[in-house]
């Protein structure tokens, strides 16, 4: 938005009605600086669900980004010569098939980052998902009704849900497995080639995709250019540093680093900052600051981490 827009807008809401401008109070404060200044150095593609937006951040690669609910979702579609992945199906609150079909006309199968709600709940909507061989990873995809509803309080929402969205019924439906993957899985798109790359922590199941020939690592809730959520039951911050510092090595062969949240494009040298920085909040540097019941948020350097308070691994 430019200056004048941001000046025009200004003056209008001086003008609105006291009832107008009462109504305004309940936005969200994280809905109110949206749109992300970093979204405008993206191509973004025009799609019909007001529910998304979607960006190009690589040749035949796709940010879709859902940035209307809190947690502002980031699933990718990657698109080779015979196939596509959809690396993540976000919320579930929109069709993101119905995205995905606008984007391209190739068979589009499945593979999440992990199986957290906010990135399965378009799973069901499509043939075919490669699933990690995890218990956690089959106990979700029983689906659940519970997270998926705290993801639709007022105070999570930003504008209006999809018309004919029910909240009623609203939940993360399930999926079937319809292949198991591992660490080191390749996937043939035609033409590219995407691995599977292994990093627990975040959850059992956790994990980036490397594109090597095009540069690119996807990294999931591993890293994300935003508070890093590191505080339920399933992580494990040990697996989560380990993880973390495999994702570094990687540094020197990436040129483009994509999050599930937030941002989508970050550089590669964040990665071994990364590492240093909750290496330093596990040793007890940096700020710390309560954050709802049984969390706090950790800050060091730029880098936050919602932690499970008293933090795992603090002495």
């Known amino acids: ?43 973004r593609m025009p799609v019909s669900d007001p529910w998304f937006e979607v960006y190009k951040v690589a040749p035949e690669t796709f940010a879709i980004y859902e940035p209307h609910q809190a ?9 080779g ?22 984007l391209t006309a190739k068979p589009v199968v499945v593979l999440n980052s992990h199986t957290h709600n906010d990135h399965v709940g378009g799973n069901s909507e499509f043939m075919f998902v490669y699933g990690m061989d995890t218990d956690f990873t089959r106990k979700n995809a029983r689906g659940s009704r519970a997270d998926a509803q705290a993801e ?36 043939n798109l035609g033409g590219r080639k995407l691995e599977i790359i292994a990093t627990p922590g975040h959850t059992p199941d956790s994990i980036a995709l490397i594109d090597r020939a095009n540069g690119l690592l996807f990294t999931g809730d591993t890293y994300y250019p935003a508070p890093i959520w590191l505080y339920r039951p399933e992580t494990d911050m040990d697996a989560y540093v380990a ?43 940096g700020d710390v600051k309560a954050a709802g019941t049984g969390k706090a948020m950790h800050t060091f350097e730029g880098f936050k981490f919602l932690l499970a308070e008293p933090a795992k691994g603090l002495d």
């Open 1 to 43: 938005m430019s200056f004048c827009q941001r000046l025009a807008r200004l003056l209008l809401l001086c003008l609105l009605p006291a009832s107008v401008l009462a109504q305004t109070k309940g936005i969200p404060e994280w809905c109110k600086p949206l749109p992300r200044p970093e979204y405008r150095a993206l191509l």
């Open 71 to 79: 947690e502002e979702t980031i699933s990718y579609l990657i698109v």
């Open 81 to 102: 010569t015979k196939q596509a992945v959809i690396f993540d199906t976000g919320m579930g609150i929109g069709s993101i098939s119905k995205v995905t079909r606008q």
């Open 152 to 187: 639709i309080a007022p105070d999570q929402i930003c504008g209006n849900l999809p018309a004919g969205f029910n909240r009623k019924t609203y939940m993360t439906k399930p999926w079937k497995i319809s292949r198991s993957a591992q660490d080191g899985f390749t996937i």
């Open 243 to 285: 993880s973390a510092k495999r994702l570094a090595a990687l540094a020197p062969q990436v040129k483009m680093v994509l999050g599930a949240h937030n941002i989508p494009v970050a550089q590669p040298d964040e990665l071994p900052k990364l590492v240093d920085a909750i290496q330093a909040v596990r040793a007890g540097k």
